[in-house]
């Protein structure tokens, strides 16, 4: 048998019809291996692709999720009211409201008022809550540091090292008042690591939104936003416009900046100040 070279393909002679016979079998097992090849590459992309999106559009609320869940397969979602004004500045009809329209919309609540909320307080908060509420006065100091107030009685010989770092200084809320203790963002980075994971931050004083560094510490700690007023703000309108806020937040189901914008609309301005209510979400 005698074998002959054409264009680099090995040809018998005397085979060539079987061998045409045999190369167009071979072209067709080919084509179905390869169609079958590219179907399996494409269903194989589809589905990572899904998987990703998936992740994407469900991360929160799988994070959210994991955080919550009570080991019973229970997803417990938990708000946190912490409210040392509720000393001289009670308002039953915020806290019933607040606690109503978090309560209808699944969350377990838990109320921290008056005298509760000192700085041993805020150094031992748990965490794991999806919302905290902080109703507080807040005011900025000579340096622009945002500080917000406890319902501690002020006194020098308490919490001599935090002081000494300048975490906590002695704070008024109304001149000629008793004298608080208040906490900054330094407080916040160093005695309140990571308590803020997943957390909205409702911060409800003074110019709660102005301290960049304050805004961003929450955001260190784990927070998913924040929102605050960008001046001051008259109590009396401030819970006005956080009881808004909760319910277009839970019952209207908004988005953070939709929310806030629908608050400042329907609410208005502070009378007095004309401040409004800004975010940041993460």
Request: proline share 1%; charged share 20%.
């Amino acid at each position: 048998m005698k074998c002959v070279f054409q264009s680099g393909i090995i040809l018998v002679k005397g085979r060539s019809k079987e061998l045409k016979r045999v190369l167009s079998i071979h072209r067709r097992r080919s084509s179905k291996l390869f169609g079958q090849a590219v179907l399996v590459t494409i269903l194989f992309s589809v589905s990572v692709i899904s998987y990703f999106l998936i992740i994407h559009f469900t991360g929160s609320r799988s994070v959210i999720e994991e955080n919550f869940d009570d080991g019973s397969g229970h997803v417990v979602i938990k708000a946190a009211l912490i409210d040392p004004l509720s000393v001289l500045h009670p308002n039953m009809e915020f806290t019933e409201a607040v606690n109503r329209t978090l309560r209808e919309a699944g969350f377990e609540v838990d109320i921290f008022q008056g005298d509760v909320v000192t700085v041993d307080f805020l150094k031992r908060f748990d965490g794991g809550y999806q919302l905290v509420v902080l109703r507080m006065h807040s005011a900025l100091s000579s340096r622009t540091e945002l500080y917000l107030f406890t319902a501690e009685a002020y006194s020098m010989d308490k919490y001599v090292e935090e002081q000494h770092h300048r975490l906590v200084k002695e704070a008024y809320a109304t001149e000629g008042g008793q004298s608080v203790f208040a906490v900054n963002w330094g407080f916040i980075k160093r005695l309140m690591t990571d308590k803020f994971e997943n957390s909205l931050v409702l911060a409800m004083g003074c110019d709660s939104i102005v301290d960049g560094v304050m805004v961003q510490e929450f955001m260190n700690q784990g927070a998913v936003g924040y929102v605050g007023w960008n001046g001051p703000v008259l109590l009396s309108h401030s819970d006005q416009a956080f009881i808004h806020l909760i319910h277009v937040l839970y019952v209207e189901d908004l988005d953070l900046e939709e929310a806030v914008k629908k608050a400042n609309s329907e609410v208005g301005a502070d009378a007095h100040w004309r401040t409004l209510l800004e975010c940041l979400a993460g």
